[in-house]
């Protein structure tokens, strides 16, 4: 599904309680809190993938969703507990543990921060993987994102933290 501005808007500002202080967005893409998580992502219009990059501490997981929250919603779980690493793609059919749903498309390398404390992960996705619950991703449209962070513990277990953000992703590389 993909929305227009005003359906963005509507759908941002339908949660008026949301505590975005710990939500910061700047060049490089999305953090959150203090604990150094990191999300961006961009269109490769050379290979038509969407290119994300998740940075995580150790005994934490984020999920990011192409949709507004868990009800019909195509994810990505990137997780870290002490040697288990984890990258997933699930289908979250309501408000419960996502299934997983298939990661042959998946292609990510994972590194290790200088200092040990953190793992970069980059998933690479085709825009279009051909499987029905897989969103299609179309460059230089506006998506409607939610995430759910978990820290702590590394199992993947009812997150701590989640909302909602809308990003564009353009054609040319770069996301808004």
Not at 66 to 95: A, C, Q
Not at 106 to 118: C, G, H, P, Q
Not at 135 to 146: S, T
């Amino acid at each position: 599904m993909i929305w227009d501005d005003k359906e963005v808007e509507k759908l941002v500002g339908a949660f008026p309680n949301r505590d975005l202080m710990d939500t910061m967005k700047d060049s490089e893409g999305y953090s959150w809190g203090n604990q150094g998580i990191k999300w961006s992502a961009h269109i490769d219009s050379m290979t038509e993938e969407i290119v994300m990059r998740a940075t995580i501490p150790n005994r934490s997981y984020l999920s990011v969703g192409f949709g507004p929250n868990m009800r019909g919603t195509d994810m990505i779980v990137w997780r870290w507990k002490d040697s288990e690493v984890e990258v997933d793609n699930l289908f979250s059919t309501g408000y419960s543990k996502p299934p997983s749903d298939g990661t042959k498309f998946l292609k990510t390398t994972i590194e290790d921060s200088a200092d040990r404390m953190f793992k970069t992960f980059t998933t690479r996705r085709a825009l279009d993987t051909g499987n029905k619950n897989d969103f299609v991703v179309q460059p230089d449209k506006q998506m409607v994102m939610c995430y759910a962070i978990l820290t702590g513990s590394g199992d993947f277990i009812q997150h701590n933290k989640q909302d909602i953000f809308s990003i564009m992703l353009s054609s040319s590389g770069t996301s808004t």
